[in-house]
């Protein structure tokens, strides 16, 4: 991936994007998708599911925590023998390889979209239709302010969106199988 219709197009775009303003904004987009900040939401909805379905009752409550937590688990080991196979350099000032897909932007697509899961069956359709317009929104500012600052092409990003969709589905179909 060092040459190629691809990275010409990346750095067409991250060219047209990288450095705009507002710098604030676009760095705290990006942080959005830090394990530190990812890692405590995650856990602060899990607790809130957990805490909700235990009060409602439910049976096999310990699914959705647990199926969240292996979705989070499998971002490093999807993304870091990725990240080493392809060992593609980043954009300018970047540093050396690495660089996809987007780490950052796989734990940001995973921990959001499964916070949104978890919230979907306690919500009417109206706040549920909000919920995933937010979710959408947070992981394109996410993916955004990655290229903004400088620090992904446009398709680290998007191949870590393609690579977390699966994981997504297979823990909202294993949570939807659990009676939830």
């Known amino acids: 991936m060092s040459e190629g219709p691809l990275l010409r197009a990346d750095e067409r775009l991250s060219g047209a994007l990288a450095g705009r303003p507002p710098a604030g904004a676009a760095e705290f987009c990006a942080?959005?998708?830090?394990?530190?900040?990812a890692l405590p939401v995650l856990l602060l909805f899990l607790g809130a599911a957990a805490w909700h379905a235990r009060r409602a009752g439910r049976r096999r409550r310990w699914l959705p925590p647990l199926a969240a937590l292996a979705a989070f688990a499998a971002v490093p080991l999807l993304v870091v023998p990725l990240k080493a196979l392809v060992d593609r350099p980043g954009p300018?000032?970047?540093?050396?390889?690495?660089?996809?897909?987007?780490g950052h932007t796989a734990t940001a697509t995973v921990v959001y979209g499964i916070c949104a899961l978890l919230l979907l069956p306690l919500l009417r359709r109206a706040a549920r239709r909000i919920v995933i317009a937010l979710c959408v929104l947070v992981n394109l500012g996410?993916?955004?302010?990655?290229?903004?600052?400088?620090?992904?092409?446009?398709?680290?990003?998007?191949?870590?969106?393609?690579?977390?969709?699966?994981?997504?589905?297979?823990?909202?179909?294993?949570?939807?199988?659990?009676?939830r």
């Open 142 to 179: 996410v993916g955004g302010g990655l290229m903004l600052r400088g620090y992904h092409w446009p398709l680290d990003v998007a191949a870590s969106w393609l690579l977390c969709l699966p994981l997504l589905a297979g823990y909202g179909w294993l949570t939807a199988r659990s009676g």
């Open 31 to 37: 942080d959005l998708g830090n394990m530190e900040v």
């Open 92 to 102: 300018p000032g970047a540093g050396p390889g690495g660089y996809y897909p987007s």
